[in-house]
């Protein structure tokens, strides 16, 4: 069965890798475009031979839609997605799942009251390190997880790669870059170590003068005691990922300068490369087969709440930090 998509909002620099995963998959069709902002939406609909629908209640109400993709402003998330839920849409939304923590857990609480499939891209997380990362700490492999670091930047603030300057606007980003990359070192920190965290505290900075935090780090602390360090930047020279995760018995790493995964035992020298976990497939196709066969959905709305509640803690804290 094919699942029919309307594709809700192209503001989002996802927005086209998101229809190109619709694409691709042998049972995904885009049907129609909407966006709040007509010229952008028409844009890119033509641009891509599909049809527009200037009215977000119309497009929700055709039963030619199946499942909704929102890739529209982050800061119109809750009207928009508590629109296709209302309507009886599934919903696959780009992270983060809403700005306001209060916002993220009513959407998750009328997804599940409708009985719908609401799901957030949290892409890192299917990347074949993190997984293979999650898989060498599931099994014991350097003990008891007492800290954690990880990393995520480029040079977006600065034309690399090339965004548009409404992405950098806080008013439809809802923040900077520790509510877009930022998003990734929570949910996946929050995996590495199995739990939430029960404190953040963060520090921001402008370097590139564009109206919005574009160089920050904060700092989660665990139930059990562990730490985990984020860093994130937009004004990097390109593009930057690594992770570290150090245990009782010995230290995970991989990157900045490849995707291996190395593993130092305790007592040793040496780091050892390890085998990957192969990449899983992308988040729409996962989507789709949850709305086939029903099992991790629930758990990773939990996990979209719960980054949604970190990044609001961290932005508190870098307020309060500057008084």
């Not at 069709?29 to 844009?43: L, Q």
């Amino acid at each position: 069965m094919t699942v029919r998509f309307a594709l809700l909002g192209t503001w989002h620099v996802h927005a086209l890798d998101h229809l190109n995963w619709a694409l691709r998959h042998e049972q995904a069709e885009v049907a129609v475009v909407w966006d709040g902002d007509e010229t952008r939406g028409r844009a890119f609909a033509a641009a891509h031979g599909l049809p527009f629908e200037e009215s977000l209640a119309a497009a929700l109400a055709s039963d030619a839609i199946d499942a909704v993709i929102v890739d529209c402003e982050t800061t119109d998330h809750p009207q928009v997605i508590s629109a296709a839920l209302a309507a009886g849409k599934h919903v696959f939304t780009e992270k983060v799942l809403a700005v306001d923590p209060g916002d993220a857990a009513t959407l998750a609480r009328q997804a599940r009251d409708a009985g719908l499939v609401l799901w957030v891209s949290l892409q890192r997380l299917g990347e074949a390190p993190h997984r293979t990362i999650r898989q060498i700490v599931a099994e014991g492999s350097i003990g008891r997880v007492v800290s954690s670091r990880i990393r995520y930047a480029h040079g977006g603030a600065f034309g690399t790669p090339p965004i548009p300057k409404e992405f950098f606007e806080a008013s439809a980003a809802g923040g900077g870059v520790m509510i877009d990359l930022g998003a990734h070192p929570a949910y996946l920190a929050m995996m590495i170590h199995g739990e939430s965290p029960v404190s953040v505290s963060a520090e921001t900075s402008s370097i590139a003068g564009l109206g919005i935090e574009d160089n920050a780090a904060y700092i989660m602390r665990f139930p059990s005691g562990a730490i985990s360090v984020a860093e994130v930047s937009f004004v990097n020279d390109r593009f930057s990922f690594s992770t570290e995760v150090t245990g009782t018995s010995g230290m995970l790493a991989c990157g900045p300068v490849d995707t291996i995964v190395r593993l130092r035992r305790a007592g040793e020298d040496a780091w050892i490369a390890q085998p990957p976990v192969p990449a899983s497939d992308d988040m729409l196709s996962q989507f789709i087969d949850e709305l086939r066969s029903p099992g991790r959905g629930d758990a990773l709305l939990t996990l979209a709440t719960e980054v949604s509640s970190v990044i609001g803690s961290a932005y508190r804290s870098a307020k309060d930090v500057r008084g």
